[in-house]
């Protein structure tokens, strides 16, 4: 059985960073595209990050370019991706997801939420002004 479990999220003032990670089990990660959404207090959930199965494709929705920064770690078989969130604003606040996609194409980054086929429970994330 898949899963993922999202960790790192808490209470930050603005101008601070959160590195959120996600522990994927149960299946061979390697073979995954993996990606980061987020969803505010009545808003839709939005894309944030991803990175395709080689980790050699990376998209970021255009609000957090520059200050966020996904990964995988290769070196445990693919089992981990971080989300370094860095100049956080209070805009940033919401409950962030950890999703993967399996058999995606190599170099392929989903971006749709409808796109992925396990998700994690997600973890809270506050900036405060």
């Known amino acids: 059985q898949v899963q993922l479990v999202e960790s790192g999220g808490g209470l930050v003032q603005a101008g601070g960073s959160l590195r959120l990670s996600c522990a994927a089990s149960?299946?061979?990660?390697?073979?995954?595209?993996m990606g980061w959404f987020r969803q505010a207090p009545g808003k839709e959930r939005e894309f944030v990050a991803g990175?395709?199965?080689?980790?050699?494709?990376?998209?970021?929705v255009d609000s957090v370019k520059g200050r966020f920064t996904i990964s995988r770690d290769i070196s445990r078989d693919n089992q981990y991706a971080y989300l370094q969130m860095n100049n956080l604003k209070p805009e940033d606040t919401a409950v962030y997801y950890c999703?993967?996609?399996?058999?995606?194409?190599?170099?392929?980054?989903?971006?749709?939420?409808?796109?992925?086929?396990?998700w994690g429970q997600g973890t809270q994330v506050t900036v405060s002004s």
């Open positions: 999703a993967a996609q399996f058999g995606t194409l190599p170099w392929v980054v989903p971006r749709r939420s409808s796109d992925f086929n396990s």
């Open positions: 990175i395709s199965r080689s980790g050699n494709t990376i998209y970021y």
């Open positions: 149960g299946r061979t990660f390697s073979n995954a595209a």
